[in-house]
């Protein structure tokens, strides 16, 4: 009989607490330390990995402690290219394109088949990314805010304030039932705001689980104001739930 999930998290939250207090650990270790076989930590650590709460190297593993340099932090690169993806289907020719300064939301860009793309963004780091000839590329402009070089302020707004896009697709800092949609950073909010009022059709929000049931600094927007939801499959299941009563379509990407 199959593990059930509550019984499968216990066994994830306990892996965590074992790292916590050992620094690192074998596979083998692990499964005599959870009294588990071997192949049922293996699928453990496999999930974990994925959802980057921790790191494996060769013949052991750890937490994903927020210094590994060989890591994003932020959450799984894995699961944010999967889910800019899928939000890439969502972006039409001759779209106009509003894009904040989430980097899942840029990362959409690398997978866009549409053609003639007008994309209007406060996020520096696209001039990172390989330019298409097809798509024209319209920076905000504004104040620059390190180290995510986020374009804000004043001039940033009115940029936005005079364009109306076909399409916006938005990262946050959370998503929750009581608090709606939040960030980190007030000048971002009034951004991610202004961007939503100014989308036409389609308004696509952007996390992976790790923000899912989370309450951030400044409120954006309520979960309604969204069209789509686009996570992970490890986004808590509850959660998910509520936020299609309220309408929105929910897209849950395997990992």
Known sequence: MKNSIAAIDRRHAD????????????TQELAEVLNVSLSTIRRDLHLLEEKNDIVRKYGYCTLNYADCEEVDPSGSEHLKKAIAREAGQFVHDCDTLFINASSTALKTVNYMNAEHVTIVTNNL?????????????LLTGGEMRFPKEALVGDIALNTIAAINADTCIMGCSGVSLASGVTTEIINEGKINALMLDHTLKRKILVADHRKIGVT???KVADISAFDYLITDQFASAEVIKEIRKLGVKVIQIDS
């Open 15 to 26: 892996i965590l607490e074992v790292l916590k207090e050992k620094q690192h650990l074998t």
């Open 125 to 137: 780091e696209i001039n990172h990314l390989p330019q298409n000839a097809q798509y024209n590329y």
């Open 216 to 218: 951030s600094k400044c």
